[in-house]
């Protein structure tokens, strides 16, 4: 039975229910070939949104992973006279299309196309949900994996991996032990300088233990008792003497660089935080060399 044909059948099940409230929605699930789901996404109603490139290529790379799940969200649908109407499932019918893979999902029929008005009105579940970890903690994390890996788009797989790792452990050391301040315009609160904390002992540019009075001491001491290094970086940033890289996408980001080098030269009395292209290549050697272990081989193999 082609899969139309099971929307028919659910549809006279659905009808025919004695209770008025089973007559408006229907729910069963479904394993749809690409090849079927290419017959379905014609279906997709005219209304829907625009494909949000981020998220088709998230869903894309679960499917060539095999992270693609049957969950309750559903592949929406809606008879309109004689033919049918796909109101929620476009990014992933055309994963699943870009894919070629074969996926089961749970499918709903619904009795009016109105129902779509009130689709994706909840609160979209962060990484740091789905885990149960701490938003402080996952946030350095995905900065490192799109910054320094192929994870442009981590998912709770990619994210759980770094956080079971030692890279998770000193990121959690951060947000429950040192416990950097979290007034507005904090330098040491930001993501990008807590990523710097955790590989500039990962890359054997730091102690562990000097890093972490480094970054105790800039959290609650006072400016007269921080390195000198870092006095700079600080007033670099608030006296607005550099321009300062915010990025989310790349080690460039000034929080981490600039982290990067005031941890490695923490000693160094009068050391000027000028950063060289020599030294932001060597970063990115290092750092790319720890967080490959974390991309998926096939990925690596790919790239």
């Known amino acids: 039975m082609d899969f139309t044909s099971k929307l028919d059948v659910k549809l006279q099940?659905?009808?025919?229910?004695?209770?008025?409230?089973?007559?408006?929605?229907?729910?069963f699930s479904a394993e749809i070939t690409a090849e079927e789901m290419k017959k379905i996404s014609e279906m997709n109603y005219k209304g829907n949104r625009d494909l949000h490139r981020p998220t088709f290529r998230k869903y894309v790379r679960a499917m060539n992973l095999n992270r693609w799940v049957l969950t309750p969200e559903p592949l929406v649908f809606v008879k309109q006279g004689t033919k049918w109407v796909m109101i929620n499932g476009n990014h992933r019918s055309n994963a699943q299309i870009e894919t070629g893979t074969t996926n089961c999902y749970s499918i709903a029929i619904v009795d009016s196309i109105d129902r779509y008005k009130y689709l994706d009105q909840g609160k979209v579940r962060t990484n740091a949900d789905i885990i149960g970890a701490h938003i402080n903690i996952v946030q350095p994390i995905q900065y490192l994996l799109r910054?320094?890996?192929?994870?442009?788009?981590?998912?709770?797989?990619?994210?759980?991996?770094?956080?079971?790792?030692?890279?998770?452990?000193?990121?959690?050391?951060v947000e429950y032990e040192i416990k950097p301040p979290r007034k507005s315009g904090s330098i040491w609160k930001q993501t990008a300088f807590k990523a710097a904390f955790a590989m500039a002992i990962m890359t054997d540019r730091i102690s562990y233990e000097n890093a972490y009075d480094v970054y105790d001491s800039l959290s609650h001491g006072d400016l007269k008792e921080w390195p000198d290094v870092f006095v700079?970086?600080?007033?670099?940033?608030?006296?607005?003497?550099?321009?300062?890289?915010?990025?989310g996408q790349s080690l460039d980001n000034d929080y981490f660089m600039r982290g990067m080098f005031a941890f490695e030269h923490h000693n160094?009395?009068?050391?000027?935080?000028?950063?060289?292209?020599?030294?932001?290549?060597?970063?990115?050697?290092?750092?790319?060399?720890?967080m490959k272990q974390f991309t998926p081989i096939e990925e690596r193999v790919a790239a």
């Open 13 to 27: 099940e659905m009808m025919n229910a004695s209770d008025p409230i089973d007559r408006k929605q229907i729910l």
């Open 232 to 247: 700079q970086l600080y007033r670099q940033v608030m006296e607005s003497s550099i321009s300062v890289n915010r990025t």
């Open 268 to 290: 160094n009395e009068g050391k000027t935080l000028a950063i060289h292209n020599n030294f932001r290549n060597s970063v990115k050697e290092d750092v790319f060399e720890v």
């Open 147 to 173: 910054a320094s890996s192929f994870v442009s788009h981590p998912m709770p797989e990619d994210v759980e991996n770094v956080l079971r790792s030692r890279i998770g452990e000193l990121l959690s050391e």
